[in-house]
């Protein structure tokens, strides 16, 4: 043995919940309590999964001014 696990990693397709050993990262969910995760989908969905918000972008359109009556 080289010290290489050969075992391939297994995650589930957030969309259509099938194991797949080829996973490929959709999306990174940040926590500010903990670490985060990954998202992974399978080959065959990932093209069909919506690219998340760029934050920078999200910071510039305004969206976090919420009127002082919804807080």
């Known amino acids: 043995m ?14 259509c919940h099938a194991l797949t050993d080829e996973p490929v990262v959709v999306s ?12 992974y989908a399978c080959c065959a969905c990932a ?4 690219k998340p918000p760029d934050v920078l972008e999200l910071l510039a ?3 976090h001014e919420w009127p002082d ?3």
Not at 4 to 15: E, I, N
Not at 47 to 50: G, K, L, R
């Open 2 to 15: 080289t010290g290489q696990d050969p075992r391939r990693p297994l995650r589930m397709c957030v969309h």
């Open 28 to 39: 990174e969910v940040h926590a500010a309590s903990g670490p985060g995760f990954n998202v």
């Open 47 to 50: 093209p069909h999964i919506p």
């Open 61 to 63: 359109t305004g969206w």
């Open 69 to 71: 009556d919804e807080r």
